[in-house]
C-alpha cells in the first residue's frame, strides 16, 4: 500500500471524489468527515500527510492544524499539511506557518494539481 493521505473536510461529496483520485494513484486514504474525530485518527493512523479545508462550521482548518502541530500525542510526529481553500489571502501566510501548514491548493484544483502538489510535499 502507498503513503497514508487523511483528508480532512465537511463536504463528504468532495472528500469521496479526492479519495477516488488518490485512491487510483496508489495512496491510503483516511477521511475525517468529522472535525471532533480528527486528533484522534492522526495519532492512530499516522498519515504521512494531511489535505485539509480551511472553511469548516466549526473549527476552521487553521485551528485544526494548530492543534495537530501542538498535540503532545503526535507533535513529535511531522505531519505536512496541505490546506485547501477556494479564498486565500496573501495575509494568511504567517498565520499558515504558525499553524504548521506546510503548503496550499485553491480551490477547485484539478487531479494533476493536486497530485503534484503532494508530490512536491512528500518529496518525490
Known amino acids: 500500500m502507498g503513503k497514508k493521505i487523511m ?21 491510503e486514504i ?12 492522526a495519532n492512530h493512523e499516522k498519515p504521512n500527510l494531511i489535505l485539509m479545508d480551511i472553511k469548516m462550521p466549526d473549527k476552521s482548518g487553521f485551528e485544526l492544524a494548530a492543534e495537530i502541530k501542538y498535540s503532545y500525542k503526535i507533535s513529535h510526529i511531522h505531519i505536512p499539511i496541505i490546506a485547501m481553500s477556494a479564498h486565500f489571502k496573501e495575509d494568511d501566510r504567517p498565520l499558515m506557518e504558525m499553524c504548521g501548514i506546510t503548503s496550499r491548493l485553491k480551490k477547485p484544483f484539478t487531479p494533476v494539481d493536486v497530485i503534484t502538489e503532494i508530490e512536491n510535499v512528500l518529496g518525490k
Do not use: M, P
Not at 483528508?7 to 495512496?27: P, T
Not at 483516511?30 to 485518527?41: F, M
Open 30 to 41: 483516511i477521511v475525517a468527515d468529522n472535525q471532533s474525530d480528527v486528533l484522534g485518527l
Open 7 to 27: 483528508i480532512v473536510d465537511d463536504d463528504k461529496e468532495f472528500s469521496a471524489e479526492l479519495s477516488e483520485i488518490l485512491e487510483s494513484k496508489g495512496y
